[in-house]
């Protein structure tokens, strides 16, 4: 199992840029999937981004393409949500996720179902 903690949210104003990081207490970060996930007020839990485990291949959902990124750095054991043009609606406690994966592992596979590890989330409030 692996143990994932998430830092960085926190208030910031529309138009803000704030970025998160997910450290992994894992010897074998290189061989996980890791992914985002977000829950806002009064909603489920919603896919946010995916990075593969070789950082070349990367997902972002439609809501935040052109606003996010997501990165890793395997010798840090972290995973990165950089995050620009925020707006109140990205306003969520924001989760990351773990998954071992190989190589030709399918990265639309990643769905939230398939993550195996999570973190305990980070709040994001955006104001207006």
């Known amino acids: 199992q692996v143990q994932l903690v998430e830092s960085g949210g926190g208030l910031v104003q529309a138009g803000d840029s704030l970025r998160l990081s997910c450290a992994a207490s894992?010897?074998?970060?290189?061989?996980?999937?890791m992914g985002w996930f977000r829950q806002r007020p009064g909603q489920e839990r919603e896919w946010v981004a995916t990075i593969h485990r070789n950082g070349g291949n990367t997902l972002l959902a439609e809501s935040v393409k052109g606003r996010f990124s997501i990165s890793r750095d395997n010798d840090k054991k972290t995973v990165y949500l950089q995050m620009n043009s925020l707006k109140p609606e990205d306003t969520a406690t924001y989760y990351c996720?773990?998954?071992?994966?190989?190589?030709?592992?399918?990265?639309?596979?990643?769905?939230?179902?398939?993550?195996?590890?999570w973190g305990p989330g980070t709040q994001v409030t955006v104001s207006s």
């Open positions: 996720a773990a998954k071992s994966v190989i190589l030709t592992y399918p990265i639309t596979s990643l769905t939230e179902a398939t993550f195996a590890d």
């Open positions: 894992t010897v074998t970060f290189s061989r996980l999937a």
